[in-house]
């Protein structure tokens, strides 16, 4: 692969040409063109010389080449085999730069680091496709970031850092992790090919813990499921669906837990969904039914314009 001095488009279509490859639709391939734009996505990440990142579908290693520059060590995973070949033979002389081919679903973070323990972050270009995917896989990991740094469509962007008064299931599932912020935004035109959807830069803080205190993770995601079961509902309705129970049960649960049964799910802080979700551990209503928290895919399903298939690599 010849130096990545710049990235114009004529760059990316020459590289691809070279490899006998194109962006493949299926892999939801939208490569960077904008420098400025990768910039930003590396500083928000606060990179010190120190850092170990795992960096998600590296592409053309146009990312890879800055990260490589900053930190002490880039692990970078790449699923399409033909781009896996290419990145090896580009940076078999950067010491610091890991290519790894593979599935990062199927791939747990600790089995990717020097140390099962070691501290590090993601940054990446992620497909929108398994954007929230790969949110989850990180978030809910026996060893998490410090940070994650990723781009996503802005829509959904903007739905996991909603405020309280207008939270939905997307954005707890991450607020409960950590502390979300977008960094900027990004236009089609900052890509090649350009996807039909604006970007945004997702900036990801990790707690220590989660940001709420609550027995069982499976519980809290169980009532935020069946609170946002019918959104548009008040709370009292939606949870009785959602848990299949009575309204006058539900209306029980909801008055011993200090939550105005009137409410909508979107109302709700996180302490409450804590506080629903020990309720009903302590009422012995999910006895039997308590299942894992939602994956990302069933998340993002009810995200705003999560059928786009637009993404970035």
């Known amino acids: 692969?010849?130096?990545?001095i710049g990235v114009p488009v004529t760059f990316i279509e020459r590289e691809l040409r070279y490899l006998g490859s194109h962006a493949k639709k299926s892999l939801g391939q939208h490569f960077l063109t904008?420098?400025?734009?990768?910039?930003?996505?590396?500083?928000?990440?606060?990179l010190t010389s120190e850092d170990i990142?795992?960096?998600?579908g590296p592409g053309l290693g146009i990312l890879t080449q800055e990260l490589a520059q900053r930190?002490?060590?880039?692990?970078?995973?790449?699923?399409?085999?033909?781009?896996?070949?290419?990145?090896?033979?580009?940076?078999?002389?950067?010491?610091?730069?890991?290519?790894?081919?593979?599935?990062?679903?199927?791939?747990?973070?600790?089995?990717?680091?020097p140390q099962p323990s070691s501290s590090?972050?993601?940054?990446?270009d992620l497909p929108y496709y398994i954007a929230s995917a790969v949110l989850r896989h990180f978030?809910?990991?026996?060893?998490?970031?410090?940070?994650i740094v990723v781009l996503v469509q802005k829509e959904v962007g903007e739905a996991i850092v909603a405020p309280q008064g207008k939270l939905n299931l997307l954005a707890i599932s991450v607020q409960f992790y950590g502390m979300p912020t977008l960094q900027g935004y990004l236009s089609p035109q900052s890509f090649y090919p350009?996807?039909?959807?604006?970007?945004?830069?997702?900036?990801?803080?990790?707690?220590?813990?989660?940001?709420?205190?609550?027995?069982?993770?499976?519980?809290?995601?169980?009532?935020?499921?069946?609170?946002?079961?019918?959104?548009?509902?008040q709370l009292r309705n939606a949870l009785a669906q959602g848990l299949k129970i009575s309204t006058s049960d539900s209306v029980v649960l909801l008055t011993k837990a200090g939550i105005n049964p009137r409410y909508r799910a979107e109302n709700l802080c996180l302490e409450e969904w804590a506080s629903?979700?020990?309720?009903?551990?302590?009422?012995g209503r999910a006895k039997g039914e308590m299942v894992n928290s939602p994956s990302l895919s069933q998340i993002s399903a009810s995200s705003p314009n999560s059928g786009h298939d637009a993404s970035v690599r």
Do not use: C, W
């Open 34 to 46: 904008d420098r400025k734009a990768l910039h930003q996505i590396v500083n928000s990440a606060e």
């Open 194 to 233: 350009p996807p039909q959807v604006e970007s945004a830069i997702l900036r990801v803080d990790l707690y220590e813990k989660p940001v709420v205190s609550v027995n069982s993770t499976d519980a809290f995601f169980q009532s935020v499921r069946a609170g946002f079961s019918a959104p548009r509902k």
């Open 276 to 283: 629903l979700s020990r309720q009903i551990e302590i009422e």
């Open 71 to 113: 930190v002490r060590q880039v692990i970078a995973v790449e699923i399409d085999k033909v781009l896996v070949t290419a990145l090896e033979q580009y940076f078999k002389i950067v010491p610091n730069v890991s290519i790894i081919h593979g599935d990062i679903l199927q791939l747990t973070p600790d089995s990717l680091l």
């Open 120 to 124: 590090y972050k993601v940054v990446a």
């Open 53 to 56: 990142v795992i960096e998600v």
């Open 1 to 4: 692969m010849s130096s990545h």
């Open 139 to 147: 978030l809910e990991s026996s060893v998490k970031p410090s940070r």
